[in-house]
């Protein structure tokens, strides 16, 4: 069956990086293409990026462009979401979600950045 | 970017009776080459990831009970689900796929009454 199984929690200092992963499994890696959402506690949701798994192709909100980079290992079937320069705003819930209409998700990593 | 407006914000319905989710884009998500509408709408329960019930505006998504339906076109669209039942107790969304960046609407809590 499909799944999306991402890293776990990381807590990290204002100004650090931080790396989460999402392993995909049950369907062909490079037919999806892979978005990137988050959740701050109690909101709603907010688009972090886009990836073609196929052409390595990529776009970033452009709240966020310079400090997000989406990276691929087709070869382990895994899609990774680098975030640097954090700021405590970037305290959230990241997803990763297969298709625009995202029809599967990975369970969350909760990313929290305090000093 | 294409913004979402959900209404309302909260809803409460007696169990067995109808609830009705609108959602208003600040564009056009009919493309007319495959006259799709680039429409999904998600259930959310706490700690949970969102759950995906309908895609293309009305398609609703193999193992999702039928007395969830998406209508709408365009610019307009309405999820409703038929006969409340108390695990339909979540927080719904409407989300965008027509163009980056994808948007959500801001999301129903929908309670029982």
């Known amino acids: 069956q499909v799944q999306l199984v991402q890293s776990g929690a990381e807590v990290k200092k204002p100004g650090a990086s931080v790396k989460v992963s999402c392993k995909a499994s049950?369907?062909?890696?490079?037919?999806?293409?892979i978005n990137w959402v988050r959740q701050a506690a109690g909101q709603g949701f907010e688009w972090v990026g886009w990836?073609?798994?196929?052409?390595?192709?990529?776009e970033y909100a452009q709240k966020l462009q310079g400090r997000v980079t989406i990276t691929r290992d087709s070869s382990i079937s895994t899609v990774y979401m680098e975030v640097s320069s954090l700021r405590s705003e970037d305290t959230a819930v990241y997803y990763c979600?297969?298709?625009?209409?995202?029809?599967?998700w990975g369970q969350g990593t909760l990313v929290t950045v305090s000093s | 970017d294409i913004v979402l407006t959900q209404s309302p914000d909260s809803l409460a319905v007696s169990l067995g009776e109808r609830a009705t989710i609108n959602c208003k884009s600040s564009?056009?998500?009919?493309?007319?080459?495959?006259?799709?509408?680039?429409l999904a709408w998600y259930q959310q329960k706490p700690g949970q990831p969102p759950k995906l019930l309908i895609y293309?505006?009305?398609t609703r998504e193999s193992g999702v009970p039928d007395r969830f339906s998406g209508s709408g076109s365009a610019t307009d669209f309405t999820l409703t689900i038929s006969r409340l039942q108390a695990a339909d107790v979540a927080v719904y969304y409407c989300?965008?796929?027509?163009?980056?960046?994808?948007?959500f609407g801001g999301g129903t809590k929908v309670e029982i009454k």
């Open positions: 979600a297969r298709n625009g209409m995202g029809d599967y």
């Open positions: 049950g369907y062909s890696f490079t037919k999806y293409d």
């Open positions: 990836m073609n798994l196929e052409t390595g192709d990529t």
């Open positions: 564009q056009s998500l009919l493309f007319n080459y495959n006259n799709k509408n680039y």
């Open positions: 293309w505006a009305s």
């Open positions: 989300q965008q796929y027509y163009t980056r960046p994808l948007t």
